[in-house]
């Protein structure tokens, strides 16, 4: 793994939750993004090195409004970037990881991802992503 790429926090309104990170943070949310195909609203921000995603459902049964049903608002993964996304999933599919997709799919932020189930790694839902290379 290359870095912790980003934290992903599951907000009830994104438009509440951006102003907040604003104040937070003292820095502009420089993107927001929708991903149809995971029905979420997501906002970023820029923190050095490191990235925060906050990430809004979009629908009454999305990913995200059931988690925000079950535990409430807050920390929803860590996504670590990797340099080569296929060969991480190898080795932590042979490492034992249970992952939640089998091959790695489009997400927000022009990446390519793969969730592991918190299951396997103490609670927390890891995202791995890599950057899709336009050539
Ligand atoms: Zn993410």
Known sequence: ???????????KNLKEAISLFEKLLNSSCYKTEMVESEQVNTAFFKQGDTKIELLESLSADGVIARFIEKKGEGMHHIAFETADIYAEMK????????LL????????????VCFLHPRSTH?????LCQEIKLS
Not at 123 to 127: K, N, Q, T
């Open 1 to 11: 793994m290359l870095k912790t790429e980003h934290i992903g926090i599951a907000v």
């Open 91 to 98: 080795r932590l599919q042979e490492e034992g990881f249970i």
């Open 101 to 112: 997709n089998e091959k790695p799919k489009p997400g927000a932020d022009n990446k390519l």
């Open 123 to 127: 609670g927390v839902l890891i995202e």
